[in-house]
């Protein structure tokens, strides 16, 4: 397969669709936790906002700079954010990371979603955006969880 025909299956109809539409995206007045993450190699910044009511997810905000793989990424994570767990986070965290790195499993519902990004596996260098928003979160939840 050519390098463009590569491209053209990494930025689908569907991972373009997810990068138009990020649910919560913004940021939170006066939240638990914040983070704020950047991709060194391609410069793209996730910064998270939440807050942790009994020990799950209540509020949740997201300021997204990066590449169509990265927000398509934190869309799926937005879909899927409130009500979990740090715990749970961090696991979807890994499991993506494993997905793209190891040839691991897609994560389990609710985090699903990553499916859409399986042809990434590939293209090594997007691995850093696309994981971005969820190590942010899970880190965020384990501040506020504290």
Do not use: W
Not at 41 to 51: A, F, I, K, M, Q
Not at 53 to 61: H, L, P
Not at 64 to 74: I, M
Not at 114 to 142: C, G, M
Request: aromatic share 4%; with cysteine.
């Amino acid at each position: 397969m050519s390098e463009t025909s590569d491209l053209i299956k990494l930025y689908s109809t569907r991972i373009l669709a997810l990068a138009a539409d990020i649910p919560h995206l913004g940021r939170l007045e006066a939240p638990h936790a914040s983070v704020k993450k950047r991709s060194p190699l391609c410069g793209s910044t996730v910064t998270v906002d939440l807050d942790v009511t009994d020990g799950r997810v209540s509020r949740f905000a997201q300021e997204v700079k990066a590449c169509a793989l990265g927000q398509a990424s934190a869309a799926v994570l937005g879909a899927a954010v409130i009500g979990r767990s740090a715990e749970e986070l961090e696991t979807a965290a890994c499991d993506l990371e494993a997905m793209l790195k190891s040839d691991g499993p897609v994560p389990k519902a609710p985090f699903d979603g990553y499916e859409t990004l399986l042809p990434a596996r590939d293209f090594k260098n997007r691995h850093a955006s696309i994981l971005l928003a969820v190590q942010a979160t899970a880190e965020a939840a384990r501040q506020a969880s504290s």
